[in-house]
């Protein structure tokens, strides 16, 4: 097993085109990290570069110790997943498994020995007979994984293995790909542009956008303290709600509404100009019906929409001029038309600075 360093590590394919914009990122070993963020953010480039399918435009990347700027990538340790299974069609399950031994010049024991564990462990060993046309999709996938998992490299890296999959099968295929990384312990870089894929699998994920890391951290780490109004609005699902506010005092004013803040919130808020504005961040789950909590925010709204989600409704609102969405138990009976009162507990609401668009306090 191994770490893996980007040290100002860029990726520039023109002079305006930096895919990878000094990222420093420290993967520890047997970490499984998610690299996330929306399509041209620059992930599958900063991975590509670790498996050496590109050229590093500056910087250092580090595997080990080693520095592997200049490192074929056959010297690399490493194993790679797309998302496109990229099987051999005329070859048995076996043979896939077996092809990239095979050409490294590995004894055909030993050989041996790593596909039927591969394939055991993949719960494959039914189907090394068959070629990949008689398998679903998943069970491909699987041999491509198993492909990777019977070089023992050091590290894995995995392009959207999912995206092929129909939604059922992502998330067992999810839950095996944690299975696997559980028995193997194997330092693991997996990118995709699912957040919810990040969240459950990622023992930290790594947040891009325009070639430039936001934010690293772990799913509770992202998710309660986002740093900025991107990786707030990314990081989970629903997404969050944004308003516009002005300061007054410690207090902020939405509208016709006067938002009494507490602590390190009313502290920073006091600090800007009155009337300043403030973006105000509050996640749909962390909405509730007012009633007299204490430690809160208030505000009405109108309801427009009422999604019936079973044990949940999702209740789409306006309230002065925005609209808010809110995951409230489906037991209030909220009613289309009606006007409500929500709540923000105090420690759920999220301050931005509107021009930086960075978080004020967390
Ligand atoms: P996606 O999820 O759509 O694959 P991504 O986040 O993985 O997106 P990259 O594929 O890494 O993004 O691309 C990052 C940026 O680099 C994009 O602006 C893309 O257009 C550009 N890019 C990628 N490959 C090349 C190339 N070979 N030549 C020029 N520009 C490229």
Do not use: W
């Amino acid at each position: 097993m191994a770490t893996v360093t980007f040290d100002h590590m860029y990726k520039r394919y023109s002079e305006d085109v930096v895919a990878v914009n000094d990222l420093n990122l420290e993967i520890g070993d047997g970490e499984f990290i998610c690299l996330v963020g929306p399509s041209g953010c620059g992930k599958t480039t900063a991975l590509r570069c670790v498996a050496g399918l590109e050229d590093i435009s500056d910087g250092r990347l580090l595997i080990g110790d080693k520095v592997v700027n200049n490192m074929a990538p056959k010297d690399r340790d490493i194993a790679m997943v797309f998302q496109s299974y990229a099987l051999y069609p005329h070859m048995t399950v076996y043979d896939n498994l077996a092809f990239g031994l095979k050409l490294r010049k590995m004894a055909k024991d030993e050989i041996d020995r790593r596909v039927r564990e591969g394939a055991e462990i993949l719960g494959l060993d039914k189907y090394l007979d068959r070629k990949p046309r008689a398998l679903s999709g998943g069970q491909r996938q699987r041999v491509a994984l198993g492909r990777a998992i019977v070089r023992e490299p050091s590290v894995f890296l995995m392009d959207e293995p999912l995206s092929n999959l129909d939604a059922k099968l992502r998330v067992q295929t999810r839950a095996e790909i944690a299975r696997l990384h559980q028995r193997l312990g194997t330092t693991t870089i997996y990118v995709t542009h699912d957040q919810v894929e990040a969240m459950t699998m990622g023992d930290r994920i790594a947040v891009m956008r325009d070639g430039i890391l936001q934010q690293v951290g772990t799913p509770q780490q992202l998710y309660d303290h986002p740093v900025n109004v991107f990786v707030a609005g990314f990081i989970g699902s629903p997404a969050m709600n944004f308003a516009s506010t002005r300061t007054d005092g410690s207090d902020l004013v939405f509208g016709g509404h006067r938002l009494v803040l507490g602590g390190e919130q009313a502290r920073v808020v006091a600090q800007r100009p009155a009337g300043a504005e403030v973006l105000i961040g509050f996640r749909p789950e962390h909405l509730e019906i007012a009633n007299g909590q204490d430690s809160a925010v208030r505000f009405k709204a109108a309801v427009d929409v009422v999604e019936y989600l079973g044990n949940d409704e999702l209740i789409h609102a306006m309230s002065e001029g925005h609209e808010v969405v809110a995951l409230i138990p489906s037991s209030h009976r909220v009613t289309v038309g009606s006007q409500i009162e929500f709540a923000i507990p105090m420690d759920k609401l999220h301050i931005f600075d509107p021009g930086s668009e960075k978080a004020l306090a967390a």
